[in-house]
């Protein structure tokens, strides 16, 4: 009866990981960052495509807690972190100004990590 329960224990603890790392895989985390659920808020941001009003400005620094010698560094010592942040940086150049209009830095580095669907939707509506 012991093997049994330590069996779906072991089970149990098996599938819960599997689980969790699927999850994990859905988002977009920068390299070494490890997915904390009790930090992680979601949040549907898909509902400023329809918001008329354009407030934000369309010039941003999406890589503002960066200098260039941050970057400089972190392309000679960890280019694994460094090519992640440069194709953020390209993914939020490439945006339509009007998907620049709508969102604010913050908002489209949540949707950049966390919410492939959107991040996919605006950069379609971008070729459009």
Do not use: G
Not at 85 to 107: C, G, H, I, M
């Amino acid at each position: 009866m012991k093997k049994l329960i330590t069996l779906f224990t072991m089970l149990f603890i098996l599938i819960s990981s599997i689980a969790f790392s699927q999850q994990a895989k859905e988002f977009n985390l920068p390299p070494r960052t490890k997915f904390m659920p009790k930090l992680y808020q979601e949040i549907d941001y898909s509902y400023k495509l329809n918001d008329l009003s354009l407030n934000e400005a369309v010039t941003k620094n999406f890589l503002n807690k960066f200098t260039e010698t941050d970057l400089d560094k972190l392309k000679m010592n960890d280019n694994v972190t460094y090519n992640y942040y440069k194709a953020a940086q390209n993914y939020f150049r490439s945006l339509s100004d009007t998907v620049k209009k709508k969102f604010t830095v913050e908002e489209l580095w949540h949707v950049y990590i966390y919410d492939q669907k959107l991040k996919n939707k605006l950069k379609i509506i971008n070729e459009q």
